[in-house]
């Protein structure tokens, strides 16, 4: 399929998993026009956008960075600024993306050279640093960034909720600005995972994989394995750059805790290995299958949690207790790493493979 | 006399690389085997299976009797195997009295055997306390083999002693070697260098693509110079 | 039987690599025209000490174990918070006796805490070696995956058991209040802190140079396959010296939750940052490298804050890349990696 770049799910189950959440996703503002709903539905988009570039560099390359949350704030941070400080229209959203996406692919630049300076051992370390660092500088450039509360701003009209493009009493259902930014995300998402996928399986790709079994050997076959991460790099950031001004043109907002935070960082580990490292399709899957979890198993805990509670029961309503999910998720987090290193992708198209 | 040790159909496997494909070989307990070849005939890989570095995925290695291709390297040393490897592995921030600390394991130095020791290479007396990555390659050499017989071992696997090294401490190693030999030692001794293999050698093997393609004592090849040029191909070098 | 090549070379010196050992000295007295008072600096000096001792003991583990066992451990900073939390079950039941102005009863607290902090930080590197970092011994990606998963795990399990709030802990009453030296006031905690560090360095150099198991893991570190090659089953020094290291992590745990008088989980990732830049300072198995690391990072962090308080952690990135620009592998690089 020339549209998948050659690279089909390979799983019946998968291609139907993928058609249905593709599916509900193209219709969730006919069919769940809730605010909950869609925020879910845009997290969903945004997220399998960050964690696809996000497994270009893991899964693709082998390297761990701790600093992707950094890229995708970075994104974010320009778009925001920009509607912030020029007001709502299209050229500030033009402005913020010209200045965000270079500046992401110029600081991925910087740090994949210094690293390659340094012994390589250093690298997921030294970009935890970075990331520590860029996070607590966003909230002191407070003049710029708004500092801990961040900063709000509006769109451009025809984007806005209030902008009534096709009324309700012409299909049943309002298409308003609000309906226009969700699919606006959604197209950008899906061209962005369409591009990840042609980059994986272009002899670019070919060749990272390659450098991921054993760079030694890639390096003596004549490869400049040191351009290669790079590019890979680099590419990785300005998707996730992408991603991060999708989530701020949605939320309207940006700050420290949406876009910088560390937990954003380990929300992307747990859903490139849960979904499935090197597969780019683990990301639309692990992105699904963790953002419904966050928001609806949340209230299941909470539930379970105020049971054990007036059981009387010891210790459990501490580990139910909804703020803990996290918990369960590094414990499913730790055993797919040992148990099942490629995922849930890995798994159905194992099944495939075993039962043909 | 018997076989020390020997190796019967081993395989080894490096990640997708097939590099010993069916060795068999024996090495005589108390006369020193050479083991000849070109570059990346698995020369180096055989002694590494053998010392259990990198495991045998197939076949059988055994060693005074003992099957040995699944012991751990810790346990293989303990059964009395010394091992120089080709990168002589010296422990650069130890000083020499530590590296050779380290090679009498349970034991303390015996004073005896070090004077002994001394009388080949001098260097280590001079620079006892010195760090071992101070000293010249040549004496690194030194250092690693003298690691390797502080104390007595039954085998001992030296992997190109001679490589890169002055002529003068060439001869050196091989009175050292010659000696050892003399004190009952069994070994097996991986050389390009065809002199010090003449010198030493009682047997030969050469290796080629992963199996040993001529087995036989180093008295004929010595004498016979048409088989001399036929396994030269396989660039021995002839030294003077 | 004459050694040609060398029969006559004098012994050759070992040259010592000094240049390291000064950098905190000179970065000290470069401030002091910068702070102005020399009271000021006095006072940061010693906070910076303080500090750097602290993160030097948490992070002698890590570059040990790192530089020995090639583990990279991303959930040290789990044993920093696990030491403090553990402490406060002796501090808070003992309250009694910690705000009394004894030391004798100050010290019945303290040391019990910094003992059973210990304990069950060793115990705990015990679970973590054998069940996190063993089935995935040399994948370095899974051991980053793994023990970033253990670093949630434990944080998110100290919430569980204790709550997400903060736990105070008050330093106890005789370590109140400051040493005078005319115009300079030092905090008793903090020359107690320096105290600590120093005996910690002194006692691992010892053991290090002075005892057949520090042999091993010095040459371990350089080339743990030779090791094995002559007869020693590093693998079981390697369990012991992953639980001294989490022991001494555990440690500092409590030393910090002392300093800042609060414990709460958020600490292991606030340190595990410092300790990673003060392990690549200082170079991988190197605890003397470590040592002027933490040093180091303390009197940026600390000076730093005081002359432009913004730049904070970045300021810190700063110096890492300013020396790794110098030293690409850190101030010693011990291992052959």
């Keep these: ?356 | 006399m018997s076989d020390l040790l020997t190796l019967a159909g081993v395989h080894t496997h490096i990640g997708r690389y097939h590099i010993l494909q069916g060795v068999d070989l024996a090495v005589p307990e108390g006369q020193t085997t050479m083991l000849l070849g070109r570059n990346g005939a698995g020369k180096t890989t055989t002694l590494r299976t053998i010392m259990g570095l990198w495991p045998a995925s197939r076949g059988e290695i055994r060693l005074g009797g003992e099957r040995i291709e699944a012991s751990t390297t810790p346990d293989i040393a303990r059964l009395g195997v010394g091992y120089v490897p080709e990168s002589m592995a010296v422990f650069s921030d130890l000083t020499v009295r530590e590296n050779l600390v380290l090679g009498a394991r349970d034991g303390d130095l015996d004073e005896a055997r070090l004077d002994w020791i001394f009388g080949f290479f001098p260097a280590l007396r001079r620079f006892w306390l010195s760090r071992a990555g101070a000293l010249s390659g040549g004496q690194k050499q030194m250092l690693s083999i003298a690691r390797a017989i502080v104390e007595p071992r039954k085998l001992l696997l030296i992997d190109e002693p001679t490589k890169g090294l002055a002529p003068a401490i060439v001869m050196a190693l091989i009175e050292c070697l010659k000696e050892i030999k003399r004190r009952g030692a069994t070994i097996l001794l991986v050389e390009q260098n065809f002199h010090a293999a003449r010198e030493l050698g009682d047997t030969v093997l050469v290796m080629d693509n992963g199996t040993i393609v001529h087995r036989g004592p180093m008295a004929e090849l010595a004498e016979d110079v048409a088989l001399q040029e036929r396994l030269l191909g396989l660039s021995l070098e002839t030294h003077q | 039987m004459t050694d040609t090549a060398t029969s006559s070379e004098a012994l050759p010196k070992p040259k010592r690599d000094f240049l390291p050992v000064l950098l905190p000295a000179a970065f000290a007295l470069l401030m002091l025209p910068l702070v102005g008072s020399a009271s000021s600096w006095a006072t940061l000096l010693a906070a910076s000490l303080a500090m750097g001792m602290m993160i030097f003991i948490m992070a002698s583990g890590l570059t040990l174990v790192f530089g020995l066992m090639d583990v990279l451990n991303f959930g040290h900073g789990a044993f920093i918070a696990v030491g403090a939390y553990v402490a406060t079950l002796v501090f808070l039941p003992l309250a009694g006796w910690s705000q009394a102005d004894s030391l004798a009863s100050n010290l019945a607290v303290l040391v019990p805490a910094a003992v059973l902090a210990m304990g069950v930080t060793a115990l705990l590197g015990l679970l973590v070696e054998r069940v996190l970092i063993l089935p995935v011994y040399g994948q370095h990606l899974k051991q980053i995956l793994m023990t970033t998963g253990g670093l949630i795990v434990a944080e998110q399990s100290l919430y569980a058991l204790w709550g997400p709030q903060i736990i105070p802990m008050p330093l106890p009453a005789s370590l109140r209040g400051s040493f005078i030296f005319g115009d300079v006031a030092v905090a008793k905690y903090r020359v107690l802190a320096m105290l600590i560090g120093l005996v910690v360095f002194i006692a691992i150099q010892l053991v290090l140079n002075r005892t057949k198991i520090g042999l091993l893991i010095r040459a371990g570190v350089e080339n743990r396959e030779m090791v094995e090659a002559l007869g020693y089953r590093i693998r079981r020094l390697f369990l012991g010296v992953f639980m001294v290291g989490s022991s001494l992590a555990g440690l500092g745990g409590v030393m910090w939750g002392l300093y800042r008088e609060q414990v709460h989980a958020s600490i292991g990732d606030e340190l595990t940052v410092l300790v990673f830049i003060v392990v690549i300072i200082g170079g991988l198995g190197s605890i003397g490298g470590c040592f002027i690391g933490a040093l180091l990072v303390a009197m940026v962090a600390n000076f730093g804050g005081f002359l432009v308080p913004k730049l904070a952690l970045v300021s810190n990135i700063l110096l890492m890349v300013a020396i790794l620009m110098w030293r690409p592998r850190g101030l010693y690089a011990v291992t052959s990696r």
């Design chain 1, 1 to 356: 399929m020339m549209i998948l770049s050659g690279d089909p799910p390979r799983s019946r189950l998968l291609a139907v998993l993928l058609i249905v959440i593709v599916a509900l996703l193209l219709a969730t503002p006919w069919l769940f026009p809730g605010a909950k709903p869609m925020n879910v539905a845009v997290k969903i988009c945004v997220f399998a956008v960050l964690v696809a570039s996000y497994d270009l560099l893991l899964g693709y390359t082998g390297t761990v960075s701790f600093a992707h949350t950094m890229f995708y704030g970075i994104g974010s941070y320009a778009v925001a600024i920009a509607l912030y400080g020029m007001g709502p229209s299209w050229a500030a959203i033009g402005t913020g993306i010209v200045i965000g996406l270079p500046l992401a692919m110029l600081l991925a630049l910087a740090i994949g050279l210094f690293s390659l300076r340094v012994a390589a051992i250093f690298f997921a370390m030294i970009t935890l640093a970075v990331a520590s660092a860029f996070q607590v500088l966003a909230s002191q450039l407070s003049w710029l960034t708004g500092g801990e509360d961040g900063r709000t701003f509006r769109l451009p009209e025809l984007l806005r909720p209030g902008t009534v493009v096709v009324s309700k009493d012409a299909f049943g259902f309002e298409i308003n600005g609000r309906t226009l930014t969700y699919y606006l995300i959604f197209a950008v998402s899906v061209l962005l995972i369409l591009a990840l996928l042609r980059v994986v399986n272009s002899p670019f790709g070919r060749v990272l994989q390659a450098i991921r079994e054993n760079r030694f050997r890639a390096e003596a076959l004549g490869y400049r394995t040191v351009f290669h991460l790079t590019y890979a790099n680099c590419i990785a950031a300005t998707v996730a750059a992408c991603a991060g001004i999708l989530n701020a043109i949605w939320l309207r907002y940006v700050g420290p805790d949406t876009s910088l935070s560390f937990s954003i960082m380990l929300d992307i580990l747990l859903m490139v290995v849960i979904g499935g490292m090197g597969t780019i399709y683990g990301a639309i899957i692990g992105a699904g299958i963790f953002i419904i979890a966050q928001n609806y198993l949340q209230t299941l805990m909470g539930t379970a949690s105020t049971a054990a509670a007036d059981a009387g029961l010891p210790l459990l309503p501490g580990l139910l207790h909804p703020d803990r999910w996290l918990l369960w998720l590094g414990l499913l987090f730790i055993a797919s790493v040992y148990f099942f290193p490629t995922g849930v992708v890995g798994r159905l198209r194992r099944a495939k493979e075993g039962a043909g």
